[in-house]
Nanobody, 124 residues
Framework: QVQLVESGGGLVQAGGSLRLSCAASGRTFSRLAMGWFRQTAGNERELVAAISWNGGSLYYADSVKGRFTISRDNAKNTVYLQMNSLKPEDTAVYYC?????????????????WGQGTQVTVSS
């Protein structure tokens, strides 16, 4: 069983930055593919960024390319999402997700474990 806890959300002005963290329990973190998703009211949860178990494969949604960076520290059992040049349309609840696999997972339904989410609000 893997438990995920996100932190780092908050209120920021447009153009600002935030760094989200997702801490995972257990000894399997180095075997986990990780993803960051976001969701707004009435919309489906969408993939923002994904990273493979060793960080060698990365994926970004077009809407965040060049602004967001996903990374991981396997020694700390933590995955990060650095968000720069934030826009009001980035406002959402952000979730991290995990699956035990060596692949990079892009499909929401393939993730097995989810955090509780952290709110990010970008004011204009």
């Amino acid at each position: 069983q893997v438990q995920l806890v996100e932190s780092g959300g908050g209120l920021v002005q447009a153009g600002g930055s935030l760094r989200l963290s997702c801490a995972a329990s257990g000894r399997t973190f180095s075997r986990l593919a990780m993803g960051w998703f976001r969701q707004t009211a009435g919309n489906e949860r969408e993939l923002v960024a994904a990273i493979s178990w060793n960080g060698g494969s990365l994926y970004y949604a077009d809407s965040v390319k060049g602004r967001f960076t996903i990374s991981r520290d396997n020694a700390k059992n933590t995955v990060y999402l650095q968000m720069n040049s934030l826009k009001p349309e980035d406002t959402a609840v952000y979730y991290c997700a995990a699956r035990i696999t060596m692949l990079t997972i892009l499909n929401r339904i393939e993730y097995d474990y989810w955090g509780q989410g952290t709110q990010v609000t970008v004011s204009s």
